[in-house]
């Protein structure tokens, strides 16, 4: 079955940055777009960013120019690398592919910064 497993997130001050890893199998990992969101308490899940199957990405305004999504088809892992961070990025961070129809979403890893 499809398996999306996030890691990297924790604490990090104002500021500072942090690469989020989420490894994928079950799929043909090459041929899928993969997509970051992002769920703040009391808030509704967000799209972050999109990265396509041939490598194309696409940003929300709030991250663009802090935020670089990419992935490593060898790996079957997409990335997300987080500079700039503020505290308004605190939330839990998920990846997430369609296939066949049907949305797979990874666990989440939380993302929280201090201010």
């Known amino acids: 079955q499809v398996q999306l497993v996030e890691s990297g997130g924790g604490l990090v001050q104002t500021g500072g940055s942090l690469s989020l890893s989420c490894a994928a199998s079950?799929?043909?990992?090459?041929?899928?777009?993969m997509r970051w969101y992002r769920q703040a308490p009391g808030k509704q899940r967000e799209l972050v960013a999109t990265?396509?199957?041939?490598?194309?990405?696409d940003y929300q305004s709030f991250v663009k120019g802090r935020f670089t999504i990419s992935r490593d088809n060898a790996k079957n892992t997409v990335y997300l690398q987080m500079n700039s961070l503020k505290p308004e990025d605190t939330a839990v961070y998920y990846c997430?592919?369609?296939?066949?129809?049907?949305?797979?979403w990874g666990q989440g890893t939380q993302v929280t910064v201090s201010s």
């Open positions: 997430s592919t369609r296939s066949f129809g049907s949305d797979y």
């Open positions: 079950g799929i043909m990992f090459s041929i899928h777009s």
């Open positions: 990265i396509s199957s041939g490598g194309s990405t």
